[in-house]
């Protein structure tokens, strides 16, 4: 995974294992010790498994989290630009906003304030600023309204995979 802010400058990366594709896109796993670095900021352990989703359509990447993991965020959704797959490596442009759905079924946008500032601080043109916006309110509406794949599609494939070890 290499995420990126607008104007290339290097975000979160670390490895994902492939887990497979369907309808829904493009499938990947994370064991708990994973190492992901931010920037290039000192790397940090990830504690615990995750899935990542790489959909077909769509401008944004969900992470989903075992009900066992030590985090109160079941889903958590990142808006980007159209995400790629080419060479074995997953690349978006992170656009700052991000929606994450809570263990207690509760659904939330974070980082609205790094957003606008970004968009003065990188120049994000109107048009990425409109589907930004647009895509954050698909996605409250979707997981909110528990639409797939974020309901039993990723549940079979969180479940498959934590069952692996």
Do not use: C
């Amino acid at each position: 995974m290499r995420f990126t802010k607008w104007g290339g400058s290097l975000h979160w990366h670390y490895p994902l294992e492939p887990l497979g594709s369907d309808a829904h896109g493009l499938w990947f796993g994370a064991r708990s010790g994973t190492i992901m670095t931010r920037g290039y900021e000192e790397p940090v352990r990830q504690p615990h498994d995750f899935i990542t989703l790489v959909p077909r359509v769509g401008d944004w990447i969900a992470s989903f989290n075992p009900s066992t993991a030590d985090t109160d965020v079941s889903v958590y959704v990142d808006v980007t630009t159209p995400p790629s797959y080419e060479g074995g490596v997953v690349r978006a442009v992170d656009l700052d906003l991000d929606v994450v759905r809570l263990f207690d079924g509760s659904v939330r946008v974070l980082d609205e304030d790094e957003f606008a500032e970004h968009q003065i601080l990188y120049g994000y043109p109107p048009p990425v600023i409109a589907q930004a916006r647009a895509t954050t309110d698909d996605l409250v509406s979707r997981l909110t309204a528990a639409i797939e794949p974020f309901e039993t599609a990723a549940a079979a494939r969180l479940a498959a995979y934590v069952d692996q070890l």
